[in-house]
């Protein structure tokens, strides 16, 4: 067997976004030891927005008429321009993205989200909505879960942009047996050549010489599996250099704005047709224990206009009707602004699905703002039915299987 001294002795660490070319393999040897074939893959692409540090639901979806709302923000209420869905609940004012989404039928508002006896832990509490697992936290991420689960039953492509993550690091969602991709350009998505001596080399043609000699001394299935995992990944990095060097945005997308850039990276890599399954990226920002409304006020006028132009860049590719967003936040916050004005780390919240495949409307019931568990919401709608209305409705995945348990289905989606 070839080891990592063989490699540098080679003068070659093969690296792709960030992952060593071996972690590859394990999606290809998983599909070789089962010898099944691979179905055409779902168009159906599910897109993560992570509102992290707990994002202030209250004043997001704001129940403007409820006197309980004002009396307990005297000074973070939202009393000027809230964008009404009813007589009772509006929209931030900086979300009128969503609104016009919400007019138009593509936005869903799961009200009240949460899970029994909450932690207020940032860490525990996004493991535990990382991995759907409210003991403990531990496990796989699940929709980890759902991309073992396609490999299984033959329906994966076996493709290294399956899942994919806008940034530097894989996300705890994503984990799983099935390799995920963490990209911070398309630019840098191609074999980094590095050797012990930081001399830049030719990359291709030695490694797949390098491989061939190791396809030909090594039994079957290990030599076609070098050949398919190491082609198919060079495949996919000529293919998106290519994207990236004739991609045209059919949406303006803002200036200086990280998750602007993400989605935008994201939109790149579903236009270009290579089977992105799932991907995530991240709006952080939102613990704020002082000083919350003008901090809260940007970040969510980031996020409406870096989804509007999203979907609008989607819509423009002809792809709008395959694309549905999902936010989720660790947790909400305290319904009493705090002495610093700002909010402390509180419980249920609202979460947000987006797009043509969504049917529109209020899911769920609105928490009491007087009915309070020491200060905090107390939930109405259970996380892991949100996860199971889409694996089951949008992803066409057995959703007891991967939750490991039987939750509510919520009409969310379009039949």
């Known amino acids: 067997m070839f080891s990592r001294r063989d490699f540098i002795k080679q003068g070659l660490i093969p690296v792709f976004a960030g992952s060593a070319v071996p972690s590859v393999f394990a999606n290809g040897l998983a599909a070789a030891a089962a010898d099944a074939p691979n179905a055409a893959p779902s168009d159906r692409v599910l897109v993560l927005v992570q509102l992290a540090g707990g994002n202030d639901g209250l004043n997001t979806v704001i129940p403007f008429g409820d006197g309980a709302y004002h009396d307990a ?86 493709h290294a942009l399956e899942g994919v993550s806008a940034g530097s690091l894989v996300p705890p969602e994503l984990r799983s047996s099935t390799p995920v991709t963490a990209l911070q350009s398309l630019k840098t998505f191609r074999l980094q050549p590095v050797n012990e001596h930081g001399t830049q080399v030719d990359v291709e043609n030695p490694l797949m010489k390098f491989y061939g000699a190791f396809k030909g001394a090594t039994p079957a299935p290990f030599g076609a599996l070098l050949d398919a995992t190491l082609n198919e990944a060079l495949q996919a990095s000529h293919a998106l250099q290519a994207t990236d060097a004739t991609y045209q945005a059919k949406a303006t997308y803002p200036a200086n704005s990280p998750i602007a850039s993400s989605l935008k990276l994201v939109a790149e890599t579903i236009v270009s047709g290579l089977g992105v399954r799932v991907a995530h990226v991240t709006l952080g920002g939102f613990d704020n224990h002082a000083r919350e409304k003008p901090v809260h006020d940007r970040l969510l006028l980031d996020l409406d206009e870096a989804l509007s132009a999203f979907m609008q860049d989607l819509q423009g590719h002809g792809l709008g009707d395959r694309v549905l967003v999902m936010t989720w936040s660790e947790f909400g916050r305290r319904v009493k602004e705090n002495g ?42 259970d996380f892991r039915s949100v996860y199971a209305s889409v694996l089951q409705g949008y992803l066409k995945a057995p959703a007891s299987e991967l939750l490991g348990g039987s939750y509510e289905v919520l009409p969310l989606l379009k039949a």
């Open 340 to 381: 610093s004005a700002g909010t402390d780390h509180g419980t249920a919240a609202p979460m947000f699905l987006l797009g043509a495949p969504v049917k529109g409307g209020l899911y769920g019931e609105q928490p009491s703002l007087s009915a309070l568990d020491n200060g905090n919401l107390k939930f109405t709608t």
């Open 73 to 158: 923000r005297p000074t973070l209420r939202q009393d000027q321009g809230v964008l009404a869905l009813n007589g009772q609940l509006g929209l931030h004012p900086n979300l009128k993205g969503m609104k016009a989404s919400w007019d138009a039928g593509q936005l869903a508002i799961v009200q009240g989200v949460g899970y029994p006896s909450p932690n207020l832990s940032h860490f525990a509490s996004m493991s535990i909505w990382e991995t759907a697992n409210v003991k403990s936290g531990i496990g796989d991420g699940w929709l980890g879960r759902y991309l073992n689960y396609l490999d299984k039953v033959g329906e994966s492509p076996n």
